[in-house]
């Protein structure tokens, strides 16, 4: 497996100015059902916008038979939902490739999961009448930069059965509270069971179009490319992952896991947004062993898993892997591509047991 | 001035894996006058660690006349104060530095600032009754683990002056809310003025201790060190320092500024542990001007401050430097230390009008 110490590679400026800006979740932050508002990652492309609640509005058009201009009074009014997501950056796992894209450099942490309220974004298409012709619906973010040498809004699309699913929300709570500035307030798009780039945040605009969107976060960037010739296949759910807590304590700044021989019960989370995690297995240097799974927590949110483990003396080598309903399973070997997307690989923790 | 970039400086696999479980805060961040909770910087030397507030207790013992035990109803009891405190990590712009000590690579965002809600620690002190001869009280978080060749928990001391100070809280809320895990739940020390390492997360312990403390956090880490031979003088209060929100909108991923010609508002805030701000000037390419300063928001927090820039086409550097009332000054070009300790020298941030 390619391991970023072992091989010696090293951190761009440009990575690092990321990575000083973004967030990941300390793993150990996985004891949490659901992950404090201050420890659920955070990617953010260009920077975070300053939207005034008052004048903010978001306005739904194109290809719909009545415009709509609504306020945040306007959304909060309507049906409410709240529900348990796990969501994950595409990019979780680009810092183990080999070439490695220069990006958001994720490790394996670039992860959460809140409890999201919103109202159904069903029922405001709904109101604003989808032509029958339409084909996506593009969503537009206020966060503005430049990107693949173009200006722009952060956008994304979706198909209309993808957005009509129940589960796609308007957010405008996460954990009970209002959206802090830095995961979309006022509102967002919250779309369980895709990677995080599909949930827009600071939406500003709906759009329903009769052709697929063509924008730069859509049809370029979140593609499976193995080349800059081709296009590639775009990305969207999340491929199955297990992350377990690393056990034991930790050396600073090394990170290296020191653990008292004997039994102990190794924890962990498994998500897919593909099919319900099925199996979650563990090996101890290179064994493998199946995990037990907790009870589910919600149809969209990580399962937990344990592991009973009579620690010898010695350096061990720890790993999980997830299997989901769809026989989808982790890979033991990377499968590399250009972008960095969707990397999951196994995690592997090694531990010192004295 | 040392730039990390143009250095062709790389960071280790080490350094990144403490990046992505620190959070530091983006500089967008400076428009809120409190920082939200996911927005404050964090650094945690070990894990987060999981403490059941139920059975948690803070113990006051040593040199003491009453030894105490308390849980997190005995000191809500308490009289509360509610202090707005910029807080920054000691080891904020370690990564400017060349050759850069191996640590959190913090450039320039490790800052935040929040309302602590706290007993003053001064009136617990009074009740276990301090003996005359105390001179330092050991303050000991929950956090555990391996640094400098040592398997430890994390503390630190303070003077009796410094530790009775009426600003100085046992502080179990942070912007009204309970203590987020990561932030020392269910109660940390809260040291104004002087950097984070200070302000002891997840408090279990407080010894009253009649010889200066010598534990490795304290007469170790966090020491002006030239070499290893020498000890150094231990860091304390935080150096002034004034950040600007960076003008304009980014490319991603190099985060390089964009900005339309004309009149633009450049606003920052800036700080300092010792003194009062008195002064904040800007440059552009190298002429220095002085910034206006807004009205203090709290006697312990940053100080917002703004600069008007008619920006005319091209590239530009524009800097920022405060002055606190103690006549200290952040310096131009930077003094290295070992640790890479409270690197204050001036944030530059290049902007390209078009």
Redesign the interface.
């Known amino acids: 497996m390619t391991d970023?110490?072992e091989s010696g590679?090293?951190?761009?400026?440009?990575?690092?100015?990321?990575?000083?800006?973004n967030?990941?979740m300390?793993l150990?932050?996985m004891?949490?059902d659901v992950t404090?508002?201050?420890?659920?990652y955070?990617l953010?492309?260009?920077?975070?916008p300053?939207l005034d609640p008052g004048g903010w509005r978001l306005r739904i058009g194109g290809n719909v038979e009545r415009e709509l201009e609504l306020g945040l009074d306007d959304i909060r009014s309507r049906p409410a939902e709240t529900i348990t997501v796990t969501m994950e950056c595409a990019g979780n796992g680009r810092?183990r490739l080999e070439p490695r894209p220069?990006?958001?450099?994720?490790?394996n942490?670039a992860i959460g999961t809140a409890r999201w309220t919103g109202t159904p974004l069903g029922g405001i298409l709904a109101e604003a009448g989808l032509g029958e012709d339409t084909v996506e619906l593009i969503f537009t973010g206020a966060d503005?930069?430049?990107?693949g040498g173009e200006?722009l809004d952060y956008a994304r699309s979706l198909t209309v059965d993808e957005a009509l699913r129940p589960s796609v929300l308007l957010a405008y709570e996460m954990n009970g509270r209002p959206l802090?500035?830095?995961?979309g307030f006022p509102l967002r798009l919250l779309v369980p069971g895709w990677y995080g780039m599909t949930s827009v945040k600071w939406l500003t605009r709906i759009e329903a179009v009769t052709e697929p969107f063509e924008g730069y976060h859509q049809a370029v960037a979140y593609h499976f490319q193995t080349d800059d010739e081709e296009p590639g296949e775009p990305v969207s759910r999340m491929r199955p992952r297990a992350l377990m807590i690393?056990p034991g304590?930790?050396?600073?700044?090394?990170?290296t896991r020191?653990l008292d021989r004997g039994a102990v019960t190794v924890r962990g989370r498994a998500w897919s947004g593909r099919a319900p995690i099925e199996r979650v297995e563990v090996s101890c240097d290179g064994v493998w062993r199946d995990a037990t799974l907790t009870e589910p927590i919600g149809e969209w949110a990580w399962r937990g898993w344990s592991w009973e483990w009579d620690a010898t003396p010695g350096p061990h080598v720890l790993a999980c892997r997830a299997t989901d309903a769809s026989g989808d399973r982790q890979p033991l070997v990377q499968p590399w591509n250009l972008q960095g997307m969707s990397n999951n690989l196994v995690q592997e923790v090694g531990v010192l047991v004295r």
């Open positions: 970023l110490a590679q090293l951190i761009t400026h440009t990575e690092l100015a990321l990575a000083t800006r967030r990941g300390p150990e932050g004891r949490h404090p508002v201050g420890l659920h955070l953010v492309h260009f920077d975070i300053a810092a220069i990006s958001q450099p994720w490790l942490e503005h930069g430049i990107e200006e802090e500035p830095q995961h690393p304590f930790p050396d600073f700044p090394e990170r020191h």
